[in-house]
């Protein structure tokens, strides 16, 4: 068998010696594991952008992955260092939320704070748990060293909501989890949700964000759209996205993360 | 034997979830293979840079590797999704000219459109083939399915002519192919096509570009020019680049890709 | 036994097809090598920037390691290729100091010119060493080549030599060595260095950089100053560390590698 794969996320960016450390440190442990990145572009200290990317992509990944993810404004303080034990796969990161929105999706079993130093290096510094505690409990747990071995299962770990989208009067009251590097605008509004509103492919829809109200043909494709117009539809992560054909919807309508939006099935008198 | 590599080309950047996505769908159906990314900042949906950034890396990959490429402006509609076969690795990607560069450089055997649905992902989105369609497509691939097995064998493919210089009064009319990180400016102009003009190291040699007559040392190495000047030589891909030396040509000549430019040996009287 | 990792470092960028060829020529010679990144957003032609990066990378990685590392304004010069032996781990690259700050740490053994055509591609550039001549060699050791095979060793590599802080009237002299992707601004202080003026945790120290006075706690983590304020550690890699809580302490104090700075324990009267 194949060992299993380790995904790495952080807001380490690509400059510095720091993935670099974290990958050196796995291979050091389980010299056979394959190592994907994810992203090491989250913007810095961004939890949400970090726990939404990687949300996204750990469905895909083959059963028994280990996602490792350090987006930590809170190192060397108290908040613990986390081994999250889900339906497909494990998560490893800081106790601040950024592992939850996927591991909730996943199923969780079962949480511990790795606390046993028997699996940390030798040497913990107060500001790189990345290398010196969450890399080696990946190798280990890779290797297959059993969670519970790590530390205490807790209950009480750091699991924010997810803002969903409600409806009043008719319109959806949403918010803005992404942009892509493409510059597409992705909403919380999910097909499910948008059924609810009565919008359906080929309607227009009529969407408030930063107080412009913006009217948009819903489509499937980009390429029903004229070259550098506006569109929504549902993208490749299920979610309402609002994009411009061959151009950026967050530069066009200023749109950055957190943003509110209200969605309605344009009047059709 | 050792799995084929499969390389990764895109327009997706680094930021979110979606070259993971790709990687997670390829390790899932093939667990062994060695994954190489070639780039994914290719600029967003320019067809003609990642042609050419494939083309160059390309025929340094070991026989039998799978070239998977996504940049991808008309993802959703009618372009069909392709696979290559080439002489000494295959291409897989959209039918828009990306793939061909390198594929008729490679020399094409035969070419496939991806229609069987028992080699896509169960859903295939609208908007990302890259992981839907033609990540799983390498990973059936590079686990041995035969390429006739993905669709029926087609020569209507789109294939764009690559502009070559041509001489005129003694002079190469030619064109800037690339701009690099380094800003060097890689132009069309081979070394036989230099012949043609006479063009020999420690000459000198004239290009206009962008209406400036430019006058520069034909060198070997960027050593032989000062520091900060700026030299002509034969690049790593056997074209004609315009440097200079441990500074940017393109910031100090504002040059990019499809600029023209005519290149003669300087009057020697 | 799993085969040797090789890591790669340049100034080359991602979005060229540079680093790929540097890959794919180590895959067709050593195929099952693991190939693992430690940076290629080195300032262009940094030498300086990438020996320190290499240098705190370096250690992590399992012994038997091959770095192979390219910032290299000489290119195609007289400067020669170098292979390093060291007790840990060996080096490969220009012979321009980049190589050394790494290979002295973990202890050189003996130095190698790389001068062999037969571990070089048949056809090698002026321009891109990395490709034609780094690469093969690292894949060739890789496999099991021994290095004197290589070509003559040699002892007159070049060597710079690293500032270390000095003590001057009780003061610090000492210099920045790099300044992180998040901002952090790392000085070649050591803890040992510090001891010497009498800094411990949780006093308050003065640092004179670029004509300001600063004054700072001394931390152990980020979450003891407030958010957004600056303070004073030790990082990861055992230096002084200038940081602002959340925020870029070289935004604030606009500062970069090769700025010098005077540390000494506020006064305490």
């Known amino acids: 068998?194949?060992?299993?794969?380790?995904?790495?996320?952080?807001?380490?960016g690509l400059k510095d010696p720091y993935v670099a450390e974290m990958k050196a440190v796995i291979s050091a442990i389980s010299p056979l594991t394959n190592i994907i990145d994810i992203?090491?572009?989250?913007?810095?200290?961004?939890?949400?952008?970090?726990?939404?990317?990687?949300?996204?992509?750990?469905?895909?990944f083959p059963k028994g992955t280990i996602h490792l993810?350090?987006?930590?404004?809170?190192?060397?303080?108290?908040?613990?260092?986390?081994?999250?034990?889900?339906?497909s796969a494990s998560y490893i990161g800081p106790d601040n939320g950024l592992l939850m929105l996927a591991a909730k999706k996943d199923g969780i079993k079962r949480a511990y704070v790795i606390r046993s130093r028997k699996f940390m290096l030798p040497k913990v510094s107060?500001?790189?748990h990345?290398?010196?505690?969450f890399?080696?409990?990946?190798?280990?747990?890779?290797?297959?060293?059993?969670?519970?071995?790590?530390?205490?299962?807790?209950?009480?770990?750091?699991?924010?909501?997810?803002?969903?989208?409600?409806?009043?009067?008719?319109k959806l009251h949403a918010e803005v989890?992404?942009?892509?590097?493409?510059?597409?605008?992705?909403?919380?509004?999910?097909?499910?949700?948008?059924?609810?509103?009565?919008l359906r492919p080929k309607k227009m829809?009529?969407?408030?964000?930063?107080n412009r109200m913006l009217s948009m043909p819903f489509c499937e494709t980009f390429g029903e759209a004229p070259l550098k117009a506006e569109l929504a539809q549902i993208g490749s992560h299920g979610f309402l996205e609002i994009v411009v054909n061959q151009g950026s919807a967050s530069k066009k309508f200023n749109a950055r993360a957190g943003n509110h939006l209200i969605v309605s099935l344009e009047d059709s008198r």
């Open 135 to 170: 890399a080696p409990a990946a190798a280990h747990l890779a290797n297959g060293t059993p969670p519970s071995q790590f530390g205490p299962s807790i209950e009480n770990y750091i699991s924010p909501g997810f803002a969903r989208p409600f409806l009043k009067s008719g």
């Open 126 to 128: 107060h500001t790189f």
């Open 1 to 12: 068998m194949a060992e299993p794969v380790i995904t790495l996320l952080s807001d380490f």
């Open 69 to 87: 993810a350090v987006v930590d404004p809170g190192v060397g303080t108290e908040r613990r260092p986390l081994l999250v034990e889900a339906k």
């Open 205 to 210: 829809v009529s969407i408030k964000l930063k």
């Open 177 to 198: 989890l992404h942009v892509d590097d493409f510059g597409n605008i992705i909403t919380n509004v999910t097909v499910q949700d948008l059924k609810k509103v009565g």
């Open 130 to 133: 990345g290398r010196d505690i």
């Open 39 to 60: 992203s090491h572009s989250i913007d810095k200290f961004d939890v949400r952008m970090g726990s939404f990317v990687l949300a996204s992509a750990a469905p895909y």
